[in-house]
């Protein structure tokens, strides 16, 4: 089955203790994308990657990090999770110009 | 920068009725999508809508879309409470390869009985 999926779905973490949050996908999608959901403030991307090894900040980067040494695997990093990260995580992919399709979301709470 | 607009931001309306939820965006686009989001869930893909005049349907939902007025339009016919959920538009302005889409605010749809 195709799909994007994430880990973990739900996370509840202390300020300043480092965090990955991995997603994977089985299309062979070049695009990969992070983005939060906010209340009052919709979807905003965090940062995506064109392909292995290629990855650029999207709007609100900051205090996030990223890597694409696989095809398939997109990790976000939080070095150290303040509270306004606080926040429902998507991951996203797609072929160049094409729909993408979303993984079923990271639900973290710094406490 | 971009802005998407999408009205209204809430709908409640009965099931068998007929409604538009419209979406306005600020900059030259082809590419325009509409997702749907029920509570605590991902986002799925209804609608990939690629050229100025584009129409698809897919059971009681239709969207549309006209990149002169940059507008778009997701229309329901004969309400059902199945399609109670969070209805977005986004658009893609893949600028240097960033496919980034930025999304609309959202329409809460809720069809009561």
């Known amino acids: 089955e195709a799909q994007v999926t994430q880990n973990p779905r739900y996370l509840i973490t202390v300020t300043g203790k480092k965090l990955t949050v991995t997603c994977s996908q089985n299309?062979?999608?070049?695009?990969m994308s992070w983005y939060r959901q906010d209340p009052g403030l919709g979807l905003r991307q965090i940062y995506y990657s064109m392909n292995v090894e290629v990855t650029d900040k999207g709007d609100v980067p900051e205090g996030y990090k990223v890597s694409r040494k696989e095809k398939r695997n997109f990790p976000l990093i939080l070095e150290s999770p303040s509270p306004n990260q606080t926040s429902l995580y998507f991951c996203?992919?797609?072929?160049?110009?094409?729909?993408?399709?979303f993984g079923p979301g990271t639900r973290l709470t710094v406490l | 920068e971009l802005k998407v607009e999408q009205n209204p931001l809430f709908l409640s309306m009965q099931e068998g009725k007929n409604y538009t939820i419209y979406c306005n965006y600020s900059t030259t686009s082809d590419r325009l999508y509409w997702y749907r989001q029920d509570p605590g869930k991902s986002l799925e893909s209804l609608f990939v809508l690629l050229s100025n005049g584009a129409v698809k349907q897919e059971g009681r939902l239709m969207a549309s879309l006209d990149t002169k007025a940059r507008l778009s339009t997701l229309h329901i016919t004969a309400a059902v409470h199945d399609l109670s959920a969070t209805y977005f538009c986004?658009?893609?302005?893949?600028?240097?390869?960033?496919?980034?889409?930025?999304f609309g605010t959202g329409t809460r749809l809720t069809i009561i009985p």
């Open positions: 299309m062979n999608h070049e695009y």
């Open positions: 996203a992919s797609s072929h160049g110009g094409r729909e993408q399709f």
């Open positions: 986004a658009v893609d302005m893949h600028n240097f390869g960033n496919e980034k889409l930025t």
